[in-house]
């Protein structure tokens, strides 16, 4: 069974420019998370997806931030623009259903932006 | 949901048992104890989780004291592979749809040759 696939896995940008990052997650699963994690902390979440519903965005800084999960399967999260303090790196997840604790992370996507 | 304490490091000899602690001394009832770690550069891997009975799987083992306020994750034959990030979460129970699994700062568990 594939894993949660996120892509790029590294991406370096200018501040005030655009960047997006895509996640495939488990077959099957209708819960998506999106967690950004900075260096030497835990991962915080930024967003939960139900299907293709944004259930809990409440993290989520919406001035610069935006998610979509079209089709409730893949998703992409796009900065536009980027800030220097944005760079870190952008974990997606999936689970079953809302109800299990059992989450399955991708590898991540490092930003670095200059 | 429950905060957790845990200590910021521990080191352990290889092919020992590393026992890491956690506490949670304002866990509710209906609240359950998770187990993720992470190696470096790698997203978090979920363990084990539990209630208040002790449980174990090809991984690890989760031994939760009886008033649920702390609770033990046992790798029992420790490797260089299972270097890495622990990190203890609380969790509501399995039909809130509120719950969420929120991370901390974890343990980092280096383990010597």
């Known amino acids: 069974e594939a894993g949660v696939v996120q892509s790029p896995r590294y991406k370096i940008i200018e501040k005030k420019q655009p960047v997006a990052f895509w996640c495939n997650p488990i077959?099957?699963?209708?819960?998506l998370y999106w967690y950004l994690q900075n260096l030497g902390q835990g991962p915080e979440l930024l967003i939960r997806y139900e299907n293709e519903e944004a259930v809990d965005d409440s993290q989520l800084p919406k001035d610069r931030f935006s998610a979509e999960r079209l089709k409730g399967v893949d998703s992409t999260l796009k900065i536009q623009p980027a800030e220097l303090g944005d760079s870190a790196v952008y974990l997606c997840?999936?689970?079953?259903?809302?109800?299990?604790?059992?989450?399955?992370f991708g590898e991540g996507s490092r930003l670095t932006v200059l | 949901d429950a905060k957790t304490t845990q200590p910021p490091s521990m080191d352990c000899a290889e092919g020992r048992a590393a026992n890491l602690p956690c506490n949670h001394s304002?866990?509710?009832?209906?609240?359950?104890v998770y187990w993720y770690r992470q190696i470096h550069s790698q997203g978090p891997q979920y363990i084990i989780h539990g209630l208040k009975n002790n449980e174990t799987n090809e991984m690890a083992s989760l031994i939760i004291t009886e008033d649920r306020k702390s609770s033990t994750l046992i790798l029992p034959h420790a490797t260089l592979r299972d270097t890495a990030v622990y990190y203890c979460?609380?969790?509501?129970?399995?039909?809130?749809?509120?719950?969420?699994?929120?991370f901390g700062s974890g343990t980092r568990l280096s383990i010597r040759p």
């Open positions: 979460i609380v969790r509501v129970g399995l039909y809130s749809s509120a719950s969420k699994i929120i």
């Open positions: 077959s099957g699963h209708n819960t």
């Open positions: 304002t866990i509710s009832g209906n609240e359950y």
């Open positions: 997840a999936s689970s079953r259903d809302r109800f299990t604790g059992e989450l399955f």
